[in-house]
């Protein structure tokens, strides 16, 4: 499967509900190898493209405005979620959006950042 940035394919990114939207925000591809090669582990995104319908699914929220519609967020599990969350925060600490959960560090590259959240009784979302 070629990659379409350092680490990632295009399957990966991809809406896991088999729509075909995969067209990943190549700034949130660079911020996502740069989560990989701190994490220094093979991560395989839970979450990245989703589409209306399947964002809402996993939302239960018909009206968000989730940066993953948007294919500008990725989530990414690793083992230390907390240790991610602090790199990225303290590397860009004026932009973007990230999310600390109990499993994975939610990465995205909103324009009207930066935004920055705790929900770590969350689990992996799909
Ligand atoms: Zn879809
Ligand atoms: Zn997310």
């Not at 979450?47 to 405005?65: G, Q």
């Amino acid at each position: 499967m070629p990659k379409i940035s350092k680490h990632f394919t295009r399957a990966e990114v991809a809406c896991k509900c088999g729509c075909g939207f995969d067209s990943m925000d190549i700034e949130t591809l660079k911020i996502a190898d740069e989560a990989r090669d701190f994490a220094n582990e093979s991560i395989t995104p839970s979450s990245a493209c989703r589409c209306r319908k399947h964002n809402t699914r996993v939302t239960k929220k018909p009206r968000s405005i989730s940066q993953h519609l948007k294919a500008r967020a990725m989530d990414l599990p690793v083992s230390n979620p907390k240790a991610l969350f602090d790199y990225l925060r303290n590397k860009y600490p004026n932009q973007y959006g990230f999310g600390l959960y109990k499993t994975f560090v939610h990465v995205d590259t909103r324009t009207n950042g930066p935004a920055r959240w705790k929900l770590i009784w969350h689990s992996v979302r799909k």
